[in-house]
């Protein structure tokens, strides 16, 4: 498998979800989502179970640029899986607009010792970790698919890292599980 995923533009989106759904909608994205987006440019980064909130799904996805990431979002949302899909999908919501778009400072890198925790840092720099495995800043460049909002007007640093022992949950910090399919595991 690939040691490196290079993106120009990355998605950091945070999903609350109805009591007892989070599962739902992970099996359902797995099953039909990951493949129709990558096939039309994206790149789906992570997906991650929050380890302090059972309703929260989050995930990373990335695009080669601002422009691609409009070329990619109008062919999938527009698209016959979306159609087939959206309803299920959802339907496990309670809000999908929690999204920071980023710019990479580097490439992804897989972690070195998989299966534990990934953290997620927000904050107004960056911050070391036993292992970071990308770091990113916020895209000021407007929203090219405002159909889905993004936090606007916002300067942030995020560090995404692989933990030895896990921090305690603070504001700043998501502690994340890796799904099954997510590439950052």
């Known amino acids: 498998m690939t040691e490196q995923v290079w993106c120009g533009v990355v998605e950091l989106r945070q999903y609350m979800l109805k009591p007892g759904q989070r599962d739902v909608l992970i099996e359902l994205f797995e099953r039909e989502l990951v493949e129709p987006q990558e096939a039309l440019g994206m790149r789906i980064i992570g997906t991650f179970r929050d380890l302090d909130d059972p309703d929260r799904f989050v995930w990373l996805r990335g695009f080669a640029d601002m422009a691609a990431r409009h070329a ?18 959802n339907a496990t919501m309670v809000d999908s607009d929690d999204v920071l778009l980023l710019r990479p400072c ?11 925790p990934v953290t997620v840092t927000v904050s107004d720099r960056h911050v070391t970790g036993s292992q970071v495995v990308a770091t990113l800043r916020s895209e ?29 949950p603070s504001p ?14």
């Open 172 to 185: 700043e910090t998501l502690r994340l599980e890796p799904t099954a399919r997510s590439w950052l595991r």
């Open 106 to 116: 580097g490439p992804f890198t897989r972690p070195k010792t998989p299966g534990k």
């Open 72 to 89: 990619s979002l109008t062919g999938f949302y527009h698209g016959p899986v979306w159609a087939e899909h959206r309803e299920a999908a």
């Open 140 to 168: 000021h460049a407007p929203n090219t698919f405002p159909a889905l909002p993004v936090r606007e007007n916002e300067d942030v640093a995020v560090t995404v890292a692989v933990q030895d022992n896990s921090p305690e």
